[in-house]
């Protein structure tokens, strides 16, 4: 069974460490010191740049990098209607920089007034056209695009963060959620997007002990109601995509500055999370101890593919070559046609935020490099088979 189209043997996340032109005038921006204008012009010039880096290290999936984000949910979302970002979001888990992520409300009836990543697809796609025409490069290679997934609007704010006068009950407001990724969604398709990541931290943290607990107290459902909340959003969001449209799904822990927020394995949600997930693939964290084993692989049905992240993003060291096919080979047990059904990558992204894991580019690139080399001993040369 070939792998969904845009899927590839070794395969990414999609954020990479932002250059420091960027930054630096991101900061110029929020200081008023420069426009948005400028900074996009910045972005644009370095989007360019990051293309043609991961075709030259032998990626085929390739993004922008997420360069024109601060964080990987925020700057999407608060581009729908209804949706601010206020204060911070309260947990137990803090990373030991004291960081915890923008919170955002629902100030209104939610809606999609505007295609948010028609224009951001658009430039990666003629990039990634320019460097295949310079380059004679034959290999396919597919512009794909990362959205946080639907349960980041209401997830982690809970019904205090959503506003009672526009969503007495919250039923119309996972309805309005649907319509406005259906939306997107139709947008990104008529623009020529085949392939789209939803970014969901929630059903990892249902992983989590005590940030299921926290989520259970917050909502007033059982982390097990939770899991099938969370599932049927998706799901009904992702319901009016075009067939030949390949919708992914990857379960971030947390990946801060190298810090993750989770831990725990998938158990709690794996038979909910393959067998009712209406996605074609998982990229799902498996890079340490505190991701669990890989016995939740045996609920993956028999046309679904897992992106197992067994390399890790989090640190500057490459990780150990042989480590990492024995574990590939040992996921494969438990997966119903072995080997057919997985790829490679790290974990998460290297920069889920605009600050960045700690490690260099030059170092972000020689993991992306090992990646392929890996993926290659294992599967043969053509990573799209």
């Not at 993991?367 to 290659?376: H, S």
Request: proline residues 4%.
């Amino acid at each position: 069974m070939p792998l969904p189209a845009g899927v590839y043997r070794a395969d990414h996340v999609g954020s990479f460490l932002r250059p420091k032109a960027i930054l630096e005038t991101r900061e110029k921006v929020e200081s008023q010191a420069a426009t948005a204008e400028d900074l996009r012009k910045v972005e644009d010039e370095h989007i360019a740049t990051v293309v043609r880096e991961q075709i030259e290290n032998g990626l085929q999936s390739v993004t922008d990098g997420e360069y024109r984000r601060a964080w990987f949910h925020i700057d999407f979302l608060q581009h729908l209607a209804g949706v601010e970002k206020r204060g911070h979001v309260a947990s137990t888990n803090v990373t030991s920089h004291g960081m915890t992520p923008p919170r955002l409300v629902v100030v209104g009836k939610l809606g999609h007034p505007n295609a948010i990543q028609v224009d951001d697809f658009n430039y990666v796609n003629k990039q990634v056209e320019a460097v295949k025409a310079s380059s004679g490069a034959s290999q396919t290679v597919t512009a794909k695009v990362c959205i946080p997934s639907p349960t980041m609007v209401y997830f982690r704010g809970g019904r205090d963060a959503i506003d009672a006068d526009a969503y007495p009950t919250l039923e119309p407001l996972f309805d309005d959620i649907a319509k406005a990724y259906q939306a997107e969604l139709d947008d990104l398709y008529a623009a020529g997007c085949r392939f789209v990541q939803l970014d969901d931290t929630n059903l990892a943290y249902l992983c989590d002990e005590g940030m299921s607990k926290e989520a259970a107290q917050r909502h007033g459902k059982t982390p097990a109601e939770l899991t099938q909340q969370c599932v049927d959003i998706i799901n009904a969001s992702i319901s009016k995509r075009p067939k030949d449209m390949t919708i992914g799904i990857h379960l971030c822990r947390g990946n801060f500055r190298s810090q993750w927020f989770a831990q725990g394995g998938y158990e709690p949600v794996a038979e909910t999370l393959f067998k009712g997930l209406n996605v074609d693939v998982y990229f799902l964290e498996f890079d340490d101890a505190r991701s669990g084993d890989f016995s939740p692989l045996r609920h993956l049905p028999e046309d679904k593919i897992v992106v197992l992240g067994v390399m890790s993003s989090k640190k500057a060291e490459l990780d150990d070559k042989e480590a990492m096919i024995e574990r590939l080979k040992e996921a494969a047990g438990y997966c119903p046609r072995g080997l057919d059904q997985l790829c490679l990558s790290h974990q998460c992204g290297f920069s889920s935020t605009k600050e960045g894991n700690d490690l260099t580019v030059e170092e972000q690139w020689a993991k992306v490099r090992l990646e392929v080399e890996i993926a290659k001993q294992v599967w043969g040369d053509d990573l799209s088979q």
